[in-house]
């Protein structure tokens, strides 16, 4: 069975950092692209970072120079690396990617999400 295991939340103060993982587990032959959201209480889901497979990065401008999108393809991880966090930051952050399953189908995944609250 195939997922996205998201690890690294937690409670931080504003102006510190948090470092999230995601790992793919299961079968896959091959990851496009993967991606970060986040999702406050009430609102909608909002892309904070992407990564393709070749490594062009895209950010939200709310994020963009605070946080850092990788990935590691042999170990078939995605990191989130959050410097200088702000309360407004705070929400459940979700991994998502793309990837190559059994039948040669290119299948989206959303992880279950991980708790980043950041107090002020």
């Known amino acids: 069975q195939v997922q996205l295991v998201e690890s690294g939340g937690g409670l931080v103060q504003a102006g510190e950092s948090l470092r999230l993982s995601c790992a793919v587990s299961?079968?896959?032959?091959?990851?496009?692209?993967m991606n970060w959201y986040r999702q406050i209480p009430g609102m909608q889901r909002e892309i904070v970072a992407q990564?393709?497979?070749?490594?062009?990065?895209n950010y939200a401008s709310s994020v963009q120079g605070r946080f850092t999108i990788s990935r590691d393809n042999a170990k078939k991880m995605v990191y989130l690396q959050m410097n200088g966090l702000k309360p407004e930051d705070t929400a459940v952050y979700y991994c998502?990617?793309?990837?190559?399953?059994?039948?040669?189908?290119?299948?989206?995944?959303w992880g279950q999400g991980t708790q980043v609250t950041v107090s002020s």
């Open positions: 998502n990617a793309d990837l190559w399953v059994e039948g040669s189908r290119l299948v989206n995944y």
């Open positions: 990564i393709s497979r070749l490594g062009t990065r």
């Open positions: 299961g079968i896959v032959f091959g990851i496009e692209g």
